[in-house]
């Protein structure tokens, strides 16, 4: 895979604080990678260190293999961020607005400031003022003025914050739009785990601004272990068929439903004993770890406890 960004042992030190410790990881082309981690966890510094808003202490940061601290112009150049919100002159329309931005790089031509607003989808409304637009155009505004230059790294600090579910799921919708079909690499950062479930390829967790752990939303969900639930006719035989197959297992019983993490190998295994025990089973599923729960699992596993 083509890496587009990739961190190399970032730290950022402040009065003596550290307030990012040695950061590492890549970001490659198509992909969606989220920066995941509760509020005050260094998400939006280290977006400010990649995109050279904030220096860096100690570490580099390459863009298409080029240093953002040795070659700062050639490396932001193929770069489009929005850090927080994008800044937009609301004076004016939208169009004006793209214009406007587009006399800032070399080369942007008035047919790829009409490709950027169908992209986006706001061909309908780009003549009007950018203060009659909702909170979902402006930043659906935002990343059309990111797109104008082709970057090839797309990073978005918190795109979903105060949007309605209706605009959420708009730009949602873009992200994907924009790795799956423009071969964008994209990081998204966010503190909101159900959105990061379903825009994301990876995910990279911070916590006290140190990397956690990076792992594919599959296996971010999943975990090593499944909970599967088994619908049982006696609650009490199925209690003590599971102090004797594995003493060390947790489960939970209500009504008639046990639930417990195991292997997809040991399914067939607990079946068997249950019906040796005597006990009948009517459904046996797997149900989905809720995303809190493996955040907590994944942090307090790496010797971190999560605060948010």
């Known amino acids: 895979m083509n890496t587009i960004v990739k961190l190399q042992n970032v730290s950022k030190v402040i009065k003596g604080k550290s307030i990012i410790d040695d950061l590492s990881f890549d970001v490659y082309e198509g992909e969606v990678f989220g920066f995941l981690g509760p509020n005050g966890a260094g998400k939006t510094t280290t977006i400010r260190m990649i995109v050279g808003l904030m220096s860096i ?90 797109l104008l230059h082709r970057p090839k790294i797309l990073i978005l600090d918190e795109p979903t914050n105060g949007l309605d579910p209706a605009g959420i799921r708009e730009i949602r919708a873009y992200i994907r739009k924009l790795a799956q079909e423009e071969g964008m690499a994209v990081i998204v950062s966010s503190h909101l785990l159900s959105e990061m479930e379903m825009m ?9 601004g140190k990397l956690v752990d990076v792992q594919t939303v599959r296996d971010f969900v ?82 971190e406890v999560l605060h948010a």
């Open 57 to 146: 202490s100690q570490g580099d940061v390459l863009i298409s293999g080029k240093s953002i601290k040795k070659d700062f112009e050639g490396a932001i150049s193929s770069v489009g961020a929005i850090v927080e919100n994008p800044e937009l002159y609301k004076f004016m329309s939208g169009y004006k607005n793209l214009q406007h931005f587009a006399r800032m790089q070399k080369g942007i031509t008035e047919e790829r400031i009409k490709e950027v607003v169908e992209l986006v989808g706001l061909t309908d409304r780009i003549q009007d003022k950018v203060k009659t637009y909702s909170l979902g155009m402006r930043q659906r505004l935002g990343l059309a003025q990111c």
């Open 200 to 208: 994301c390829d990876r995910i990279g967790i911070i916590q006290k």
């Open 222 to 303: 999943d975990g090593k272990e499944l909970v599967y639930q088994f619908e049982v006719n006696d609650e009490e035989k199925a209690r003590s068929v599971m102090k004797t197959f594995n003493p060390s297992l947790v489960f939970e019983m209500k009504n008639k439903k046990l639930q417990t993490g195991i292997t997809k190998e040991q399914v067939p295994q607990l079946v068997k004993a249950f019906v040796e025990h005597g006990v009948e089973i009517y459904s046996v599923m797997q149900v989905a770890k809720s995303l809190e729960d493996r955040f907590l699992e994944i942090t307090n596993e790496k010797g």
